[in-house]
């Protein structure tokens, strides 16, 4: 199926391929108990149309194939899922956007974990843990969607899967060591390496970051 849908269902552009229509994403609006959890998801769902249409018009001439809200058993919905199909540089991206209002983001290298801070208040613990639930979602669709999603390929089984999450709305990440930082192109965001390595950025470096990922194919 083509086009990506809002909840409502309205086709807003045609060079994006989802096997799993956006319109699930209606579901996110609907049995949920209290205002709060409704804004958020309502957020979620917002945050997700505004990184599909800005990814398809930086991309539109790139092929890029956009997969949205993917389920996985036990590890929740991955929500984008970017494929680059064409050369020079063919690349897979698992991307998670998340949102914990306005608060900043550690990761807690002791403890391998990551913490969100809101205002004066001391840290807590940001469950579940998205660095591991990235990995997992990548290897479970790797597992059991390779064909359709991944291609066929020896290459496409062997392609890595990048993995980013995305902080998004007045979530923004705190100051870290520096070697925790790795540098893309011109954006300088966290990589945390454990069982995966996961990319960690605010939500205005996603652009900027696919484009220097895949720029020096393209000189």
Known sequence: MTGLYTAAGSAITASIFIPEPLTRMGSLLVGTVGGKT???????VNSIRRTGHALNEAFKERGLQISVDLPVPDHGR????????????????????R???????????AKGALYIRRGEAGLKRWNPDHIERLGMQGFWLRQNRQEE???TSRNDRNRPIVKLLVLTGQTTLGKHSDNLYTQVGDQRVLLLRRQSSVYIMEENQLLPFLQAWLAPSEQ
């Open 149 to 151: 999603l991944f291609g």
């Open 99 to 109: 949102s914990q209002g306005k608060a900043k983001v550690f990761y807690n290298e």
């Open 38 to 44: 409704v804004l958020q998801r309502i957020e979620k």
């Open 78 to 97: 991955l929500d984008l899922l970017l494929k680059f199909p064409l050369p020079p540089k063919k690349a897979m991206f698992a991307v998670a956007m």
